[in-house]
């Protein structure tokens, strides 16, 4: 189902590229290497989301427009080495976007609703409509709690969510078009248009990080202060201490939506929305002083 794409280094011009950034007091090399792709199996794929306890990958299919209440939007499942295990894994759902889990349960934005999963029984365990709400997108969750993030790009808003309770943290006056997030140690990253908040989940408060992002749909923190993000026409880029262009597919009409980094791996996987195929590549660090 994937093709082995490249086995070794090509340089920018294909399909891999390799940036070097020369910050003043701390250069770092990365290279991104293509090492799959998938055939046109999936449906406009929004989302890719690694499962660490079950070491699978859930894909988010929108088969369809992205606010239309349809019913064709569909869960696949594929395994890290790209193995598609199962394309309709979860279906009778309408848009569905960002993911995250909670225990056993995965949790879907489904446009105006969170959806959620039961990954052991494989079946649609509850669905929560959000009032007022637009264009649910990313989610990101916090283990130790049970929270669920949500932003509404719609109406500019982040909400947590836990026990079937919405609670709305950061409003319309401080985001613009908020979508990716990423949490970590009490602090939730929104990536919205131009740039990163960084709201403290303890004290409340927030604060932009990073400045001159452009576009940002997937939203993934590597280092301390530093980020893979994707804005969704294709490029995907590293931003705040080593800013570097990882890839860019705009050219050629690919898109980079919401992509999920597995650490443990160095895999970005990018589901490509309109092309329908996901491509992994493999991130490494070659150089640092």
């Known amino acids: 189902m994937f093709k082995n794409l490249y086995t070794s280094t090509i340089f920018i011009g294909a399909l891999l590229f390799t940036i070097v950034a020369d910050a003043q007091n701390n250069s770092v090399v990365y290279t991104v290497n293509e090492i799959y792709k998938s ?3 999936f449906r406009v794929p929004e989302s890719v989301l690694y499962d660490k306890t079950n070491h699978v990958l859930y894909v988010s299919n929108i088969d369809g427009k992205s606010s239309e209440l349809d ?39 489904n446009i105006n609703e969170l959806v959620e999963i039961d990954t052991n029984t494989q079946a649609i365990a509850n669905r929560y409509p959000l009032p007022g709400s ?17 932003s509404d790009m719609g109406s500019n808003k982040v909400y947590s969510f836990r026990n079937g309770v919405y609670t709305l943290i950061v409003t319309k006056d401080s985001l613009t078009r908020p979508n990716g997030l990423y949490f970590s140690n009490n602090t939730l990253y929104i990536g919205q248009s131009g ?20 576009g ?30 990882l890839s860019d597919t705009s050219p050629q009409k690919v898109n980079a939506a919401d992509i999920e980094y597995i650490s443990e791996l160095q895999i970005i996987a990018v589901p490509n929305f309109f092309n329908n195929t996901i491509t992994f590549y493999k991130l490494t660090q070659v150089l640092q002083k």
């Open 71 to 109: 019913g064709k939007g569909f869960i696949s499942k594929v395994a890290t080495d790209g193995t598609l295990l199962q394309l309709n894994w979860i279906s009778g759902l309408d848009a569905p976007k960002g993911m995250g889990i909670v225990g056993k349960n995965l949790y879907v934005t």
């Open 39 to 41: 055939d046109t199996v």
């Open 134 to 150: 637009k264009f649910l997108n990313d989610i990101d969750t916090d283990p130790e709690t049970g929270n669920v993030y949500v």
């Open 195 to 214: 740039s990163i908040v960084a709201y403290n989940t303890i004290t409340t408060e927030s604060k932009i990080l990073i400045n001159n992002t452009g």
């Open 216 to 245: 940002i749909d997937g939203l993934e923190l590597i280092n301390e202060g530093e980020f893979i993000i994707s804005d969704w026409a294709g490029k995907i880029q590293i931003v705040g201490k080593n800013a570097q262009v």
